[in-house]
């Protein structure tokens, strides 16, 4: 059971995930929106986890991986500097972007299930970690 101050800490790092819109997270993304980076998502070799980093779908080559890395770097630095002023821990807020990352996915692209397996996105909503606020 959580305690209060879980729950507490929950919402409040939901609320300032949610105010941010998210920018500080799609900024290192979008800035590497590359026509690989682009095209890797589409064809769904690429995909959303629900631990807040990209993930590598299918068969891996070096060019994939040096795209998820040079974003998932990014990320975890701008998630790091978001939970200390969020006074959680990066974990918690990795988790919390991924799960309004998973929600932002378009019909099409590749994310991860509660399960750990990879998902295509329909128009229905994708499935989410019981954790997600």
């Keep these: ?63 994939l991986r040096r795209i998820v890395n040079d974003i998932n770097i ?14 959680a821990t990066l974990e918690e807020y990795a988790l919390s972007a991924g799960c309004q990352l998973i929600l932002k996915t378009e019909p099409g692209e590749k994310y991860q299930a509660p399960d750990g397996s990879w998902q295509t996105r329909t128009n229905a909503a994708p499935q989410r970690d019981s954790r997600c606020p």
Excluded at 45 to 62: F, H, N, P, R, S
Excluded at 78 to 85: D, N, T
């Design 1 to 63: 059971m959580k305690t209060a101050n879980q729950f507490t800490r929950k919402l409040a790092l939901a609320g300032a995930i949610a105010a941010l819109g998210l920018m500080a997270v799609a900024e290192p993304a979008l800035a590497q929106r590359d026509p690989a980076y682009s095209a890797a998502r589409a064809a769904g070799q690429i995909g959303e986890k629900m631990d807040g980093y990209l993930g590598v779908v299918g068969a891996e080559t070096g060019d």
């Design 74 to 87: 990014k990320r975890r630095a701008v998630y790091a500097q978001k939970a200390q002023e969020n006074n």
